[in-house]
């Protein structure tokens, strides 16, 4: 499996690697290209122009052999490969090299999600893992009870046969050339053969109850814990849980049972078919019940075999799935469990836009699909599962009913896209559907923070099925270590880590939680709420301090009070970095200690934004911040004692590392932030603006002329 693969199987392709392909390389051309990417030394390539041209050649004639291999083999749904090359040729044709840097960081990034992930968690615990051994063992030992039932069944044709044989054939030769007595003999014989044969059949019969008593169990256990489990996991994902998603332990159990329950109702047709043969009805009532028994079983399992694997989501919010919004594409992929061949290109599954709902959300808006999105579902890779990706579903509204007036905001509304299908097999019709998660529909880009928020908390207050879609028509309030978990795991996907007891402390003075330890949705999601501030902040980790809040660099949720606390103990140069109270979209400051006259004094510098780190990254600022007309460095050891070099040193950009080379003519420049400190200051805690005010400039001029005076004097 490709390392793409991996990272598509454990649902890691979101936060940060997500932002990563939305910015710098397009990521349906790493997923169609992933075996081939990573098949190429890149990293070597960075560093060598003649690596890098050769590189670029080599993947311009893959692409070539692909688009040929495309028209030779009149495949219709195939990559688009002219396109993928077209994209390339325009933005890298020029720069080889520049392709090469993009592809090895991506690389790497990837590596270290990966890496980050193997690291052992506790995604399952000890007794769950002890289930699914139980249940391993379960379905191999039901493997092996139908391979020998089917061997006792062929035992069991043999003895009709040749009783039948006899029967026919050697009873009438007796009866013509012997006497009375070796007929009866004979006759005799028969009928012994006749009760082992009724005898063995019992047996027989006897097995394949056990075996339906077994199975009967598993199909219990499959669609009413481990089942419904893996629903909870997906949901969690959904929200940022780091949960196993993966699929194959179900498809392996759903596949072998039914597998098992369609061998069971083969035998016991065989059986049926004995008995009209040779005209024996002793058990052929026991025969019609077991398979009616098997044929109850096989429907349970094929009616709870579809999944939606993939729950709907945006390519430009691939981050927060569950969020749609009308006339703009978005994708869900549903598997069948039941992984035969019988089932290929049987399954056409049609998504239908809230089937069955308008009665419960009375009000509510009404979308429908734009057009037909029907998919037969097919092997989607050799070895995986029956599968089909819906890449191009998009909605429209319907027009507004007379009456149409709902009691819940546009993000709180809930919507579900249900998949149907309809099939025969073995003598059986099946109707099937399954619906995704509900889902929120925004009119609006700015609505997506809020949208965020209903996802979050309906999902948290919604364990199991049925769904309520007109939950927030009163909505239930959060236990605080229900909210703070779900908070948490949105710092662990945007920066992959999660937040601390001291973070979510602050933050939990910030939410509001009642005495009893709840969040009341009217706190946390409207009236200039938290949720906004802290989405705000989101959105600048994912944005330009990944690295730093994963390294545990950034102490981010920290109040001016308890920065003093801490930094007033420290050595002069000690600072720490905290997110801005303040800013609702998202800003970040730094505070330092100085000590003087025997006091410590705490100094925070204005909040940097987002559109000031567009330019600069934060590890430069703090390389080349300086205080004073004689720009002194005040920042030294990032809390509580890092030198500053050593935590943000290999972050910082090369230019301000090395000097530019002469040869131009000018004098080498390079941006640094300054704030010019007050003398005397006034308290504890201050912050410190970019341009100076009236005492700053004072201190300025005195600074300014103690220079001109210590000056050479002029030839």
């Not at 041209?53 to 028209?71: P, T």
């Not at 944005?543 to 606390?565: A, C, N, P, Q």
Request: aromatic residues 8%; glycine residues 4%.
């Amino acid at each position: 499996m490709s390392q793409w693969q991996e990272l598509l199987r454990l649902n890691l392709v979101r936060g940060h690697l997500s932002h990563l392909y939305e910015t710098t390389f397009p990521r349906h051309i790493r997923h169609s290209l992933c075996c081939y990417i990573e098949s190429q030394d890149w990293d070597s390539a960075a560093v060598d122009e003649c690596k890098a041209n050769a590189c670029f050649y080599a993947l311009m004639l893959y692409l070539d052999e692909q688009k040929c291999s495309v028209q030779e083999n009149n495949v219709l749904q195939a990559p688009d490969f002219p396109g993928m090359q077209d994209y390339l040729l325009k933005h890298f044709s020029n720069e080889p090299q520049r392709l090469a840097v993009v592809l090895s960081e991506c690389l790497k990034e990837e590596k270290k999600v990966l890496a980050l992930t193997s690291e052992p968690q506790p995604c399952v615990s000890p007794s769950v893992e002890n289930n699914w051994s139980k249940l391993d063992n379960t379905v191999s030992d039901l493997k092996r009870q139908i391979m020998e039932l089917k061997k006792e069944n062929k035992t069991l044709e043999v003895l009709y046969e040749n009783l039948d044989y006899i029967q026919k054939t050697w009873l009438d030769k007796v009866q013509q050339h012997t006497g009375p007595s070796q007929s009866q003999a004979l006759n005799e014989e028969c009928l012994k053969h006749t009760n082992f044969i009724i005898q063995t059949k019992q047996v027989v019969l006897q097995k394949v109850m056990n075996i339906l008593n077994q199975v009967a169990h598993v199909v219990t256990v499959l669609v009413g814990v481990e089942l419904p489990e893996w629903k909870r996991r997906q949901q969690m994902s959904c929200i940022g849980c780091p949960a196993d998603t993966s699929l194959d332990h179900l498809q392996k159990w759903f596949t072998t049972v039914a597998e098992v329950l369609l061998h069971v109702r083969q035998q016991v047709q065989k059986m049926q078919d004995q008995d009209k043969k040779y005209n024996n009805s002793d058990v052929s009532n026991s025969s019609e019940a077991i398979d009616t028994c098997a044929q109850s079983l096989v429907m349970k399992l094929l009616t709870n075999a579809l999944v939606v694997e993939k729950q709907p989501v945006m390519s430009s919010l691939l981050q927060r799935p569950l969020i749609l919004k009308a006339g703009v594409r978005f994708t869900a992929t549903v598997r069948f469990l039941i992984n035969l061949p019988e089932f290929k290109d049987l399954l056409k599954v049609t998504p239908v836009f809230d089937k069955d709902v308008e009665a419960a959300v009375k009000g509510f808006r009404q979308f429908n699909f734009v057009r037909d999105n029907s998919k037969r579902l097919d092997v989607d890779s050799p070895g995986g599962g029956l599968a089909a990706e819906f890449a191009y579903m998009d909605i429209k509204r319907k027009t507004k009913a007379p009456n149409e007036q709902s009691h819940v905001g546009v993000c709180e509304e809930l919507h579900l896209v249900t998949f149907v299908t309809t099939f025969q097999i073995a003598g059986l019709e099946c109707n099937i559907q399954v619906s995704s998660l509900p889902v929120v529909v925004i009119s609006s880009s700015s609505q997506v923070c809020s949208a965020w928020a209903s996802v979050m908390w309906w999902n948290m207050l919604s364990p199991s099925e049925p769904w309520n879609l007109s939950l927030f028509s009163n909505p239930p309030p959060l236990s605080w270590q229900q909210l703070s978990q779900v908070l948490s795991w949105q710092f662990l996907a945007a920066g992959q880590r999660g937040l601390d007891e001291n973070q979510l402390l602050m933050l939990r003075d910030k939410v509001g939680v009642d005495p009893e330890g709840l969040v009341y949705w009217s706190n946390f999601f409207k009236n200039e709420s938290a949720w906004i501030w802290i989405d705000g902040i989101l959105d600048l980790i994912r944005k330009y301090l990944v690295d730093l809040w994963r390294e545990g660099h950034i102490m981010g949720f920290v109040s001016r009070e308890r920065t003093r606390v801490l930094l007033q103990e420290k050595c002069t140069g000690t600072f720490l970095l905290r997110f801005s109270e303040s800013s609702k979209e998202g800003a970040i400051s730094f505070s330092w200690v100085k000590h003087s006259n025997g006091e410590a004094h705490v100094h925070a510098v204005e909040p940097y934004t987002k559109k000031e780190l567009e330019f600069m990254s934060l590890p430069d600022v703090l390389c080349s911040y300086s205080v004073g007309s004689k720009f002194r460095k005040p920042l030294v050891f990032l809390y509580p004692d890092i030198p500053k070099d050593v935590a943000f040193g290999r972050y910082y950009s090369s230019d301000l590392q090395t000097p530019k080379q002469g040869g131009s003519g000018y004098v080498d420049r390079r941006p640094v932030h300054v704030s010019l400190l007050p003398l005397t200051p006034h308290s504890p805690t201050m912050e410190m603006n970019a341009e100076p005010e009236t005492m700053e400039l004072e201190q300025w001029f005195e600074e300014m002329i103690s220079d001109i005076l210590t000056l050479p004097a002029p030839p």
